[in-house]
């Protein structure tokens, strides 16, 4: 058992590539540039606001600043937005953008009034700015003349980029959770979940934008007599604030925390127009995936494509069958005296469209020395074998990457896999015993056309 001190280095200096960190500072950036250059109009004004309103707030110190004064500012972080997302001279150009970024938003937070929202929009800037996220998709990176060696170390997974990332997830966690606290550390506490309290909100925001002369939005008072609904969304958005946290334990379970919570704020945009722009484009949650796969999908694409077309047919024996898998294809290996199995395949067979899919019995010499790869008994008949990519894959998880590539709804099914694994597998383990004996197997197989047979390795 691991001590304690490796689980937490472990956990927080997890490798990852230069890529991932580089994509979301190209995201991060990208927001900055168009949160910079379209809201230039709206911090005009609160400049013009009645200097009486005006209360310093983080690193704005003195009086309000003069107009020039802002202006100079203003541009200064629309050229820093700039050279951060392109990634050139980063260790003094991201430094100082997020310096200007974080006095231009306290500057705004200056006049009666704090957006909040725009709090963890700073901090991952903060986050990038002091870490090595220019390494990859950088003009640094292009015009830095490395050796050999540096160059292909760079690319490899590294603890240097993991930790800023896992740090970002829990920066947004801690302050979903700190918004939790609030509501029960509120005069309400845990009554604040019965509904009314948001109602109410939704009430009065929706009267303070009809007295400021902004169109009401019809949505409130269609929804507003539904206690029951204010309810559910109460308890929803409470323990997706509380639970955050959560989200930093497990992978998965933080992709579905950050799509759920991503689907929370358009809810609320929807029922009462108000805006976290950070939150609605998404790019707050971009941490907790692999954006770098965004990138990397077309050249798979271009990959896949060139190795159909450079791939001869493939030879067939005598019987019609395939001597070899094919590159492009994925090769399902499974019990060919399962009458389970081979219904499966059946399935299979009727619903990818695409022929994306071969097969072999694992009886077959194919099938022999896959389960040699995987260091299985050969006697071991008690798994579907997927390979797709180069990749093996076993049991449920096998069964769920196969049902996403079918047409028709059977795709959903793959939401199964947010299912830990040992729990899916323990139910495969089950079937998988007693197949034989819920599944008689055919007396004789049927007979397939030679555009199927094809399909199946011999």
């Not at 960190?21 to 911090?43: K, N, S």
């Not at 909100?201 to 008072?221: I, T, W």
């Not at 709804?409 to 089950?430: E, G, H, M, S, T």
């Amino acid at each position: 058992m691991k001590p304690t001190r490796q689980i937490l280095h472990d956990f927080w200096f997890e490798a990852a590539p230069p890529a991932r960190l580089a994509v979301f500072r190209v995201l991060v950036g990208m927001f900055a540039l168009w949160y910079a250059g379209t809201g230039q109009d709206d911090l005009v004004k609160v400049v013009r606001t009645d200097p009486r309103l005006f209360a310093p707030v983080g690193i704005v110190f003195g009086g309000p600043p003069s107009l020039e004064l802002f202006h100079w500012v203003h541009r200064g972080v629309i050229v820093g937005a700039l050279f951060f997302t392109l990634g050139l001279w980063y260790r003094l150009s991201a430094p100082l953008f997020a310096v200007l970024l974080f006095w231009l938003l306290c500057f705004r937070n200056s006049w009666s009034m704090i957006y909040h929202s725009d709090n963890l929009f700073v901090l991952h800037v903060i986050v990038l700015a002091v870490t090595r996220a220019a390494d990859a998709y950088s003009l640094d990176a292009l015009l830095r003349r490395r050796r050999q060696s540096d160059h292909v170390a760079a690319r490899e997974p590294c603890w240097q980029y993991g930790w800023p990332i896992k740090l970002m997830c829990a920066v947004t966690d801690a302050a979903y959770f700190v918004t939790a606290v609030a509501k029960l550390a509120g005069p309400l506490g845990l009554s604040w979940m019965t509904g009314q309290a948001l109602r109410s909100q939704m009430a009065v925001d929706a009267l303070r934008k009809e007295l400021l002369g902004v169109p009401p939005n019809p949505v409130s008072y269609m929804l507003y007599d539904w206690l029951g609904l204010f309810s559910l969304l109460a308890v929803g958005s409470f323990a997706l604030e509380f639970f955050a946290p959560l989200a930093l334990l497990n992978k998965r379970l933080g992709r579905l925390w950050a799509v759920s919570t991503f689907f929370m704020h358009w809810g609320i945009l929807f029922v009462m127009h108000i805006t976290f722009r950070y939150h609605l484009s998404g790019v707050l949650f971009a941490p907790f995936f692999r954006v770098e796969r965004v990138l990397e999908l077309p050249r798979k694409l271009w990959r896949r494509r060139a190795a159909a077309v450079a791939e001869e047919s493939l030879p067939e024996s005598a019987t019609g069958l395939a001597t070899r898998p094919s590159l492009r294809r994925a090769t399902l290996y499974f019990d060919g005296e399962c009458g389970l199995c081979d219904r499966f395949v059946q399935f299979v067979l009727q619903h990818d469209r695409g022929e994306y899919f071969q097969f072999a019995p694992l009886q077959s010499e194919a099938g022999r020395e896959q389960l040699s790869r995987l260091g299985l008994p050969e006697s071991n008949l008690r798994t579907v074998v997927l390979v797709e990519d180069g990749k093996p894959y076993v049991r449920s998880t096998a069964t769920l990457r196969v049902c996403r590539r079918l047409a028709g709804p059977w795709p959903l099914l793959y939401a199964l896999i947010l299912i830990p694994k040992q729990w899916r597998d323990a139910a495969y383990a089950l079937v998988a015993r007693n197949r034989k004996r819920w599944f008689k197997a055919r007396p004789a197989c049927p007979v397939m056309p030679p555009e199927r047979r094809r399909r199946f390795i011999g």
